[in-house]
């Protein structure tokens, strides 16, 4: 009897345990990711240990255990020792935002995705940012970038517009892909069939980025995905397609009514063709010179030829980006913000909403809309942002350099600050 009360008390026991186990996971189904960012937040340190208390196998297959120290590490001596963590957003009971609340007052975003046992299988780490920053602090940074020219526009749009800061915003930049704006503007502005289906040529192949220079010739693709993909993945061959279909004229037309420059995108340059001309010294040398009237002799001349993609890769410093590019100043790419903005179309603004570009979790944005360009020498960062308080602005960013890259790190972690700091105005 004894050993049978005894056994009936073990079971009782473990069945009661597993009863309250359970019933604390349904009154806490956000434990486990709790617990992985607090002991994600405690490797960040001068000697992150035991990671494999933290990480999923699964985890160093794509990020080494040794490289995984090695960010950890910078991190921590970039922001100091975490000392709290909140939560921003739980996507799901295995997915979530999360705040690392540092000892030098520094926020660092981060989200964090655990298998069913509670172990990271994903992590993202956003630009960190001062938690008691003010935007004059922060535009005193982007003045300090080193480059040659710099441009920031921060506008508040509406019935009544306000600079709330400019730097040279009527400066003319090379903008690398910001440009695709124009053409997404001239999709809403001529009213396109979305659905309408276009194939692919042979002549509509570009590089990377993007992933349709990978599809098969007379693949079948809708209006929508082809400028879904140009702006949310800077899909070079979605672009030139585009560029193919509506008309490189009506493009270059069009954006008179949104450019202070628009003689300077005349011929409005298709990607293929800005590669090819930029892969070739004497093609270079030889558009440079030309006029609007013989420049087109020269993109109809190369129309058939491919890009030296060997000579493009060996292009790591700034090639020509004052000469062969697309341009536009901080206050042409506002103008163009706030035509999307009027034009409230269901269709742009849900193609400008599926890369924000940096973090707009953050700042709780009710809606942000992006789109960046960068090349050698050249980058553009711009943003239509609806604050919770239902504010409209603009952010419109330019840096260029013809003699070094740009400082990408330094220029994006400015930027994430403007963006955190803007949403509190």
């Known amino acids: 009897m004894k050993i049978l009360f005894l056994i009936w008390l073990i079971f009782s026991q473990s069945f009661i345990l597993n009863s309250q186990d359970k019933k604390e996971e349904n009154q806490n189904p956000y434990k486990k990711l709790v617990i992985a960012a607090w002991r994600l ?91 008691t920053a003010f935007l004059e602090d922060i535009t005193k940074k982007f003045e300090a970038l080193n480059c040659e020219k710099k441009g920031l526009l921060i506008k508040k749009l509406g019935s009544i517009e306000d600079n709330v800061y400019a730097l040279n915003e009527k400066e003319i930049f090379p903008m690398g892909s910001a440009f695709k704006l124009y053409i997404l503007a001239y999709m809403v502005e001529n009213d396109v069939k979305w659905d309408k289906v276009v194939k692919i040529k042979e002549s509509d192949y570009s590089l990377p980025t993007g992933k349709m220079h990978l599809y098969p010739k007379g693949a079948p693709i809708t209006l929508f995905s082809l400028a879904e993909a140009m702006i949310s993945q800077s899909d ?54 030309a006029d609007t009237k013989e420049k087109r002799k020269i993109l109809e001349k190369i129309k058939e030829t491919r890009p030296d993609i060997k000579k493009l890769l ?38 400008l909403s599926i890369n924000p570009g940096l973090d707009t979790k953050t700042g709780e944005y009710a809606f942000a809309g992006y789109k960046g360009g960068s090349e050698s020498g050249v980058l553009s960062m711009n943003w239509l942002l609806k604050t919770k308080n239902q504010t409209y602005y603009c952010v419109s960013s330019f840096a260029s350099d013809e003699k070094q890259n740009i400082d990408e790190k330094t220029y994006f972690s400015v930027m994430q600050e403007i963006l955190n700091v803007l949403s509190t105005k």
């Open 314 to 351: 060996n292009i790591s410093s700034p090639y020509k980006p004052y000469n062969i590019e697309w341009f536009a100043s901080p206050s042409d790419i506002c103008s163009l913000m706030d035509y999307f903005k009027t034009k409230n179309n269901v269709y742009s603004n849900a193609i």
């Open 236 to 289: 070079n061959t979605a672009t030139d397609i585009l560029i193919e279909n509506l008309g490189r004229e009506n493009i270059e037309n069009f954006m008179k009514e949104h450019n202070s420059k628009p003689e300077l995108n005349i011929p409005f340059l298709k990607t293929a063709e800005m590669f090819k001309i930029k892969s070739s010294t004497q093609i270079a040398e030889n558009y440079i010179k």
């Open 41 to 131: 937040s405690s490797r960040i340190s001068p000697n992150p240990i035991k990671l494999n208390y933290v990480f999923d196998n699964s985890f160093f297959k794509s990020l080494t255990e040794e490289k995984t120290i090695e960010v950890l590490k910078k991190i921590h001596s970039e922001n100091g020792e975490v000392v709290n963590v909140t939560s921003v957003t739980y996507h799901s009971n295995v997915w979530g935002d999360f705040f690392f609340h540092t000892d030098k007052d520094y926020i660092i975003p981060v989200t964090i995705t655990i298998n069913d046992s509670g172990k990271i299988v994903g992590v993202f780490f956003r630009p960190s940012f001062k938690k």
